[in-house]
């Protein structure tokens, strides 16, 4: 069990399980396109939610930091993230199994909504955001979008030979919420952690990847979007 991931902040988690599902091949495509212009969900292609560093917004990394324990205090874990804005994204160690869920907070006032747990009990979990910071501060204006990863690091006790993999994105400016569960193809075998550290791997990266431009990613073998709705804004 583990992690908490740090930026601006520290996210990571664990909670766990899979189901079967039907294998078919990813059908990777292409640029960067806002849901306006296109009517998929937003979030298929990694590359499409780093391409809104070319929209002027800064992107705030989120790295592994910290380990959560059964008998661990429950609440609030490390410092918030705060936006001049007034919102903030907070860590919390919570539940009678415990798990890290990351909250997002649109004011001061709102009592919070989560956006990023983790999946797995062996899972490692990190992200980012993304935000403008007009005054070069270090302290993001506001922010625009969201997303925290947890993937299986554990047993290969998923769909057999695919690592298992969860995306929680929040498209805060349009308030737009979705869950993508990815396949990736293993470098090594399972388990992947080593302990006490889930996120450190016996190989690095544990998954194949492809390149797009000067950037790398995971090769994703298939994906589904779990869930999509809105947080805040009325059905």
């Known amino acids: 069990m583990t992690a908490l991931l740090v930026g601006f902040v520290t996210l990571l988690s664990m909670v766990g399980a899979t189901g079967a599902v039907d294998i078919a091949p990813v059908r990777e495509t292409s640029p960067h396109r806002s849901d306006e212009c296109y009517p998929g969900s937003f979030g298929r292609n990694e590359e499409d939610i780093d391409a809104l560093e070319k929209e002027g917004l800064k992107k705030f990394g989120l790295k592994p930091a910290d380990t959560g324990s059964l008998f661990g205090k429950r609440g609030i874990r490390g ?57 070069g501060n270090g302290i993001p204006d506001c922010f625009r979008l969201v997303q925290w990863i947890s993937s299986d690091y554990g047993q290969d006790d998923g769909v057999p030979g695919y690592l298992d993999r969860y995306r929680y994105i929040y498209d805060v400016h349009r308030d737009k919420y979705y869950v993508w569960r990815d396949l990736l193809i293993y470098r090594c075998p399972a388990p992947l952690g080593v302990p006490p550290d889930p996120c450190r791997t016996i190989c690095d990266p544990p998954y194949e990847t492809r390149d797009v431009g000067n950037m790398t990613y995971p090769r994703i073998f298939k994906t589904d979007l779990v869930e999509e709705k809105r947080l805040l804004a009325p059905e």
Do not use: M
Not at 82 to 95: D, P, T
Not at 114 to 127: A, M, S, T
């Open 79 to 135: 410092k918030p993230i705060q936006a001049e804005s007034g919102e903030r994204l907070e860590i919390r160690w919570e539940g009678f199994f415990p798990r890290y869920r990351l909250y997002y907070f649109p004011s001061r006032e709102h009592h919070g909504v989560v956006i990023g747990e983790c999946r797995f009990p062996e899972g490692c979990n990190n992200g980012f955001f993304f935000g403008p910071d007009t005054d």
